[in-house]
Antibody, heavy 118, light 107 residues
Framework: QVQLVESGGGLVKPGGSLRVSCAAS????????MHWIRQAPGKGLEWVAY????????YYADSVKGRFTLSRDNAKNSLFLQMNSLRDGDTAVYYC???????????WGQGILVTVSS | AIQLTQSPSSLSASVGDRVTLTCRAS??????LAWYQQKPGKPPSLLLS???SLASGVPSRFSGSGSETDFTLTISSLQPEDFATYYC?????????FGGGTKVEIK
């Protein structure tokens, strides 16, 4: 069955960096676009970024553009989100999600909490 | 960027009720709209895409309609497991936006 497992979250100071990962299994990872979506505590959903199946193209929300970098390793069925210059407003649960083929998300990980605080 | 406004932000309903949730887009988006259900402490799950296409495994009591700027999600007979928050989402290659959500609570 399809599984997405995030890791690497935690507490980081404003201005700091963190790399979160998503390990995929149960499907042909290299066939799918992948996304990160986040949810601040008690708030709604915010799409963050996506990456093409090959990894050649990535697209970012304006709120993270220039600070976050999305990459993938298809040989290791893994997705990575490098987050730099973190701000208080980046505090959220970060979900990785599979694109079902039309920029909608058919499978989600359980999420990983990233807390930005001094 | 396209804005999605969901209404109401919350509602109270009873088991067996017919419930209709609304999502309004700030400009026409054809039928490029999806709906998700999220229960507390869990990730969202896809209910419908293309405004009205039921996702795999989703019960038939869920249905969606609409196009361009006005969309609805209807639950024909609310079940205990349906109490959750529902989000609409616009999808396009350069614009992926969620609405603010509608929380469906038990009356």
């Amino acid at each position: 069955q399809v599984q997405l497992v995030e890791s690497g979250g935690g507490l980081v100071k404003p201005g700091g960096s963190l790399r979160v990962s998503c390990a995929a299994s149960g499907f042909i990872f290299s066939d799918y676009y992948m996304h990160w979506i986040r949810q601040a505590p008690g708030k709604g959903l915010e799409w963050v970024a996506y990456i093409s199946s090959s990894g050649k193209t990535a697209y970012y929300a304006d709120s993270v553009k220039g600070r976050f970098t999305l990459s993938r390793d298809n040989a290791k069925n893994s997705l990575f989100l490098q987050m730099n210059s973190l701000r208080d407003g980046d505090t959220a649960v970060y979900y990785c999600a599979r694109d079902e083929g039309s920029y909608t998300f058919d499978y989600w990980g359980q999420g990983i909490l990233v807390t930005v605080s001094s | 960027a396209i804005q999605l406004t969901q209404s109401p932000s919350s509602l109270s309903a009873s088991v067996g009720d017919r419930v209709t949730l609304t999502c309004r887009a700030s400009q026409g988006i054809s039928t490029d709209l999806a709906w998700y259900q999220q229960k507390p402490g869990k990730p969202p799950s896809l209910l419908l895409s293309d405004a009205s296409s039921l996702a795999s495994g989703v019960p038939s009591r869920f249905s969606g309609s609409g196009s361009e700027t006005d969309f609805t999600l209807t639950i024909s007979s609310l079940q205990p497991e349906d109490f959750a928050t529902y989000y609409c989402q616009h999808f396009s290659i350069y614009d992926l936006t969620f609405g603010g959500g509608t929380k469906v609570e038990i009356k």
